[in-house]
C-alpha cells in the first residue's frame, strides 16, 4: 500500500529558507509522478511543483519559479521541496501527491490518488 509522509514545516520569517520533506513507500519509485501542492485558508488548493521520477522532468507554478525546487532522493525514496525566500504568502498546509501518471502529463493532473497528510509553512513578515 502506498504511503506518503510530509515533514519540515515550521513557522519562520520572510526571507528565510525552509525544505520540506515528502517519504514514500509501497510503490514503485521510478516511474511516476509526484508533485507539491498548498492551499492555504480560505483558499483553493494550489499546485506548485511537479516531478517526473523516471525522466527527473521539473515544472513550477509561475508563483514560485527561481523560488522553489523540487527534487528526489532515490535511494532514500524521499521527495523534496526547497523553498527559499520564503515569503507571507507563501504560508499555506503542503501536501505530497504521488501517481502513475506519465512523464509527458505529470505537470497537467492534479487528480493524484495517493497524498500525504500535510505540513505546516507560516511566514510572518
Known amino acids: 500500500q502506498v504511503q506518503l509522509v510530509d515533514s519540515g514545516g515550521d513557522s519562520v520569517q520572510a526571507g528565510g529558507s525552509l525544505r520540506l520533506s515528502c517519504a514514500a513507500s509501497g510503490y514503485t519509485y521510478k516511474f511516476w509522478c509526484m508533485g507539491w501542492f498548498r492551499q492555504a485558508p480560505g483558499k483553493e488548493r494550489e499546485g506548485v511543483a511537479t516531478?517526473?521520477?523516471?525522466?527527473?522532468?521539473?515544472h513550477y507554478a509561475d508563483s514560485v519559479k527561481g523560488r522553489f525546487t523540487i527534487s528526489q532522493d532515490n535511494a532514500k525514496n524521499t521527495l523534496y521541496l526547497q523553498i527559499n525566500s520564503l515569503k507571507p504568502e507563501d504560508t499555506a498546509m503542503y501536501y505530497c501527491?504521488?501517481?502513475?501518471?506519465?512523464?509527458?502529463?505529470?505537470?497537467?493532473?492534479?487528480?493524484?490518488?495517493?497524498w500525504g497528510q500535510g505540513t505546516q509553512v507560516t511566514v510572518s513578515s
Open positions: 501527491a504521488a501517481d502513475y501518471f506519465g512523464d509527458a502529463y505529470c505537470h497537467t493532473r492534479a487528480d493524484f490518488g495517493y
Open positions: 516531478i517526473y521520477t523516471g525522466s527527473g522532468t521539473t
